[in-house]
């Protein structure tokens, strides 16, 4: 059973940045592709960003010169850099992980693995 652990969200002025990072863990066999989804309130959940064991990166197109996702060498963990943060990125951001689907957007509720979630606020 993969257990996700997020941590790094919070509260930030526009403008500024945020770092999430998320750990999978209890499981011999993580899925291929991490990434991160969020959902806005009354809105369907988005893909920001994901990437593969190999280094395949994907991001959202409204983040995409803004977020940066890394994975560590070896680790299942990985880490969303989020600059220049505006109102719109406010929203409940979740660790996925799964097959290539998590990679082009269509990660699902049901046959993925999805940790909590944490709470990001962009607001001055």
């Known amino acids: 059973q993969v257990e996700l652990a997020e941590s790094g969200g919070g509260l930030v002025q526009p403008g500024g940045s945020l770092r999430l990072s998320c750990t999978a863990s209890?499981?011999?066999?993580?899925?291929?592709?991490m990434g991160w989804y969020r959902q806005a309130p009354g809105m369907k959940d988005v893909l920001v960003a994901a990437?593969?064991?190999?280094?395949?990166?994907n991001y959202g197109d409204s983040v995409r010169d803004r977020f940066s996702i890394s994975r560590d060498e070896g680790k299942d963990t990985v880490h969303l850099q989020m600059n220049t943060l505006k109102s719109e990125d406010t929203a409940v951001y979740y660790c996925?992980?799964?097959?290539?689907?998590?990679?082009?957007?269509?990660?699902?509720?049901?046959?993925?693995?999805w940790g909590q979630g944490t709470q990001v606020t962009v607001s001055s």
């Open positions: 996925v992980t799964g097959g290539l689907e998590v990679l082009i957007g269509r990660a699902s509720r049901t046959t993925d693995k």
């Open positions: 209890g499981s011999s066999e993580i899925d291929n592709t």
């Open positions: 990437i593969t064991r190999g280094g395949a990166r």
